[in-house]
């Protein structure tokens, strides 16, 4: 059996174990794991969590939508995909590649598969901080030779075995993408000061905390424990860890902030941004579609 330990476990840290466990809501080509008004309550800064899997007979993709008060992180795992957002930034992304978005008071953004291929990632939703809410929206794209790390896990977001994500963000979390082998082992210690862990399976399975998991969001109990995992066949996965978000959650349609004041000023960017040239420039390029993704 191969063995690989990314991080070393604290001396007589106990296992983490399974505090809750779902395989989502299947809705056509996405998966809903986790939403800012259930489980991602249990886990904030993570909110909300998508897979999306779009095949190349549909073609679906992300149509212009709006966001405030939260950032997303879209990890594609397959299939290419052009992209638009109000701040005006276009351009493609390949497999391996991340778009960043850190809403703050408000944007729009759009997505479209790349000649009718298949289409496979996550999308995560962050909560921000109060100093980060409201602020001016930011948006990066990164292609896969620009986000650090290899085998088994690679950094996406935060800090890990010495690897630091590209991405600013001036919060205590860590999310990574892992590959595992049949039969590989792999321990993932959280940092110091992280006390809230999840991870989320879309191929293979692994025993994990006395549980076989297998296409499923797996929320671990609060601590700072190891979480020491086997992969039975080709396992791929990501997982995050963080200092639990400590503030309350005021949830709009696409939007997530922490004080019902913050939300509708928030809202009110987004509706000033729908009627700006950026919004219709967007909606021009890249329309409406059937399949509406990242609504909470």
Not at 21 to 49: A, H, Q, Y
Not at 75 to 80: D, V
């Amino acid at each position: 059996m191969a063995s690989t330990t990314a991080t070393p476990s604290k001396p007589n840290s106990p296992p983490r174990a399974i505090a809750h466990r779902t395989p989502g809501r299947r809705d056509g080509p996405i998966t809903r794991l986790m939403s800012p008004g259930d489980l991602g309550e249990m886990v904030k800064p993570f909110i909300f969590l998508d897979l999306f899997e779009v095949d190349r007979f549909h073609g679906q993709g992300f149509p212009p939508h709006p966001h405030s008060g939260i950032a997303t992180l879209t990890t594609f795992l397959e299939g290419s995909m052009r992209y638009a957002d109000s701040t005006g930034k276009t351009g493609s992304l390949s497999a391996g590649s991340v778009e960043w978005l850190r809403a703050g008071a408000g944007v729009w953004h759009a997505g479209r598969p790349i000649e009718g291929k298949p289409m496979r990632g996550y999308q995560l939703w962050l909560a921000l901080p109060p100093e980060l809410e409201l602020a001016p929206a930011e948006s990066r794209y990164y292609e896969e030779s620009q986000i650090g790390g290899g085998a088994p896990a690679r950094v996406l977001l935060g800090d890990y075995a010495g690897l630091s994500s590209p991405i600013p963000f001036p919060m205590p979390l860590t999310y990574l993408y892992v590959r595992l082998r049949d039969g590989q082992r792999w321990t993932y210690q959280p940092g110091a000061d992280h006390d809230v862990a999840w991870l989320a399976l879309n191929s293979g399975s692994i025993e994990v905390s006395g549980a076989v998991l297998e296409r499923e969001l797996a929320i671990f109990t609060d601590g700072n424990g190891p979480i020491d995992m086997v992969a039975q066949g080709a396992v791929e996965l990501v997982i995050g860890s963080a200092a639990k978000h400590r503030h309350p959650l005021f949830n709009g349609h696409y939007s997530v902030h922490t004080t019902r004041a913050a939300l509708l000023e928030g809202e009110r960017g987004i509706a000033e941004l729908e009627h700006g040239a950026a919004v219709g420039v967007l909606r021009g390029a890249m329309p409406p579609q059937t399949i509406p993704l990242g609504e909470r």
